[in-house]
Structure formats: C-alpha cells, structure tokens
C-alpha cells in the first residue's frame, strides 16, 4: 500500500460537496487540488461495462432524460441497461427540489456530465501525470438486492479482469458493505488490499456484534469476542471502514493492535475530521477534501501534491 503509516486523504465520490459525483470532473477536481485516494463506487452494465456509480441504477436526483427531465423513481437498474443506453443521461446536476441538493447547496452543477466508465477514469489518472494517487473502489452489490446488480462472483470477475488490464492493480484498494466480494478478492487477487466498510447505526444498520447478516458473508462478531476488529481481520481484511461516528479511540487501538487501518467515512465538518484525527485514524473519506486537506495541514499531516488536469 505504499507508506503504511501515511495518513490517506480521500475524496469521497471525487469530491461531491464540490462537483457532481463520481464523475470525470469532480476526479479532475480532486487530483488538481491533491488527494491521496479517489474514492468511487461502480456497477456493471448489461453488456459487462464497469462504470462509475454509487447508486445501483439511474438516481432520480441526478439522471436526466434526453428532454432534460429528471427520470421517475425508481431508475433503472444498470444490470438492465447497456453502456449506450447510460450514455444517454445527463448526471451534471442535482435535482433543486430534492433533499439532496439542500445537503450540498454548493455543489457547482456541470450540465451535460455523464456517467463514466471505470476506464475513462484511469484514462484521466494517466493523463495528469499522478503516478502515487490510489484508488478506493466500492463494489456496490446489495444481498438483500440480488436482481440489481451481477453476482458477486461476476462482478468481481469483471472489475479485477479490467484493473488488471490497465496495470493498476498495485494503485487500488477494493472496499464494500458486501463482504462476500471481499472474500472473492482476497481469493483471486490477494495482493489487493480489501477495505471491510460497516455501519452499525441507523435505520439500516449492515453489521450487529451479536450474529451475522447478510451482508458479512457468514462472519459473525459473536464468534470473535464481540469485537468488529477481530471479526474483520479473521476474515482477511487489510483496512476497516467504519462510519465516523462508531469510532472510538479504544477501537481505532484495538484495530491497529491487530494491524488493521482504520479509515472512517464520510467525514464533511471541521470539528470532526480533527477529532477523528485526534483519535489516530489511518485516514479520512470527506465530500470535502478542500476543507479536509486544511485541517490535516494544521495537523502536520504532509500534503499530497495537486496534478492538474482537464476531464
């Protein structure tokens, strides 16, 4: 993973506070300014594209038709839909009336944005120059879900095959909430780090310390003491991926007393990236990244170098 001990800078989804998600100019954005790691998330389409997506089909905040109106809920899975067919919506601004554009009121819109392939974004790490920036790379597979997207074994067969194909498999990170696409990394490509992400509050929690769930492939906490850092690194994990707001110091030591990194997501105000760095986490996932380089700089984090380039 390079320095071990370095703190990892990373823009959530590009950067989303600033740009429209996961798309090729908020990636622009973020190595211009100087991150460690893009994170991203991505689904395969119907005729086997990886592209770049949190959702797992066309998000009705963000997918505009062809007459310019935004689609009805719910979009269409990208399992569904071939590469041609995604091309056709337009992802360069937020719906206004939705709450997610009141979460990101400045968010700068980019009409005419489409959604990426994942090959389009190594393209554009190649041609800023950036030969250190990582990739965090979510597979976003839902088990409750299994219709909306490949099978894990798929999706892992065809993310690896074309990471592989570009030589950027020393440059990535693979993390998800589906712990069976970890496993399958870890089996198929063990040289890549595997990111264990969890969220333990909230309506729709997808780890419990008391027994397993669908999301952790089988693994559960009861069978390691209770603990979530015992139960990631018994099932081959590198880094844990915790929301912020599960994270204590007595965790961030347990974790790193087992030799896992901690990096907490998603982290937007400045009190709390402070904290967490406080708490000597590995490194931070923020739709900030401008504001999170500032605050590690009045850490005396080291800064990553900006590349500049256009999308």
Same mark, same amino acid.
């Given at each position: 993973? !390079?320095?071990?001990?370095?703190?990892?800078? $990373? +823009?959530?989804?590009?950067?989303?506070?600033?740009?429209? $998600?996961?798309?090729?100019?908020?990636?622009?954005?973020?190595?211009?300014?100087?991150?460690?790691?893009?994170?991203?998330? &991505?689904?395969?389409?119907?005729?086997?594209? &990886?592209?770049?997506?949190?959702?797992?089909?066309?998000?009705?905040?963000?997918?505009?038709?062809?007459? !310019?109106?935004?689609?009805? +809920?719910?979009?269409?899975?990208?399992?569904?839909?071939?590469?041609?067919?995604?091309?056709?919506?337009?992802? #360069?601004?937020?719906?206004?009336?939705?709450?997610? +554009?009141?979460?990101?009121?400045?968010?700068?819109?980019?009409?005419?944005?489409?959604?990426?392939?994942? #090959?389009?974004?190594?393209?554009?790490?190649?041609?800023?120059?950036?030969?250190?920036?990582?990739?965090?790379?979510?597979?976003?597979?839902?088990?409750?879900?299994?219709?909306?997207?490949?099978?894990?074994?798929?999706?892992?067969?065809?993310?690896?095959?074309?990471?592989?194909?570009?030589?950027?498999?020393?440059? &990535?990170?693979?993390?998800?909430?589906?712990?069976?696409?970890?496993?399958?990394?870890?089996?198929?490509?063990?040289?890549?780090?595997?990111?264990?992400?969890?969220?333990?509050? !909230?309506?729709?929690?997808?780890? +419990?310390?008391?027994?397993?769930?669908?999301?952790?492939?089988?693994?559960?906490?009861?069978?390691?003491?209770?603990?979530?850092?015992?139960?990631?690194?018994?099932?081959? #994990?590198?880094i844990w991926s915790p929301y912020f707001g599960d994270v204590t110091e007595k965790l961030v030591t347990e974790a790193?007393?087992?030799?896992?990194?901690?990096?907490?997501?998603?982290?937007?105000?400045?009190?709390?990236?402070?904290?967490?760095? $406080?708490?000597?986490?590995?490194?931070?996932?923020?739709?900030?990244?401008?504001?999170?380089?500032?605050?590690?700089? $009045?850490?005396?984090?080291?800064?990553?170098?900006?590349?500049?380039?256009?999308?």
């Open positions: 993973m !390079g320095s071990d001990l370095a703190f990892d800078l $990373e +823009a959530h989804r590009g950067g989303r506070a600033l740009l429209p $998600e996961n798309t090729l100019p908020a990636f622009a954005n973020a190595l211009t300014m100087g991150v460690d790691t893009l994170e991203l998330d &991505v689904g395969i389409t119907a005729d086997g594209e &990886v592209i770049v997506s949190h959702e797992r089909g066309l998000n009705p905040d963000l997918a505009r038709d062809r007459n !310019g109106g935004y689609i009805a +809920a719910p979009g269409t899975p990208f399992v569904k839909l071939r590469l041609e067919d995604v091309r056709t919506y337009d992802v #360069g601004q937020i719906r206004p009336d939705s709450s997610y +554009a009141k979460q990101f009121p400045d968010q700068r819109a980019m009409p005419g944005t489409r959604i990426p392939t994942l #090959g389009e974004l190594f393209a554009l790490v190649r041609k800023s120059g950036n030969a250190r920036v990582r990739f965090n790379i979510e597979t976003k597979i839902d088990p409750n879900h299994p219709d909306e997207a490949l099978d894990p074994q798929a999706f892992v067969a065809r993310l690896l095959g074309l990471i592989e194909a570009v030589g950027f498999s020393d440059r &990535v990170m693979i993390q998800s909430f589906d712990w069976r696409t970890l496993r399958l990394v870890q089996q198929q490509a063990p040289r890549i780090p595997t990111v264990y992400l969890t969220l333990q509050r !909230g309506a729709a929690p997808t780890i +419990a310390l008391d027994k397993a769930t669908s999301w952790t492939a089988g693994f559960s906490p009861a069978d390691h003491g209770g603990s979530l850092p015992r139960t990631i690194r018994a099932a081959g #994990g590198a790193h007393d087992l030799e896992l990194r901690v990096v907490v997501w998603t982290v937007n105000k400045r009190d709390d990236m402070a904290r967490m760095i $406080e708490l000597g986490v590995d490194g931070i996932i923020s739709d900030r990244p401008d504001l999170l380089r500032q605050v590690a700089g $009045e850490k005396g984090i080291a800064l990553p170098a900006g590349t500049p380039v256009e999308p």
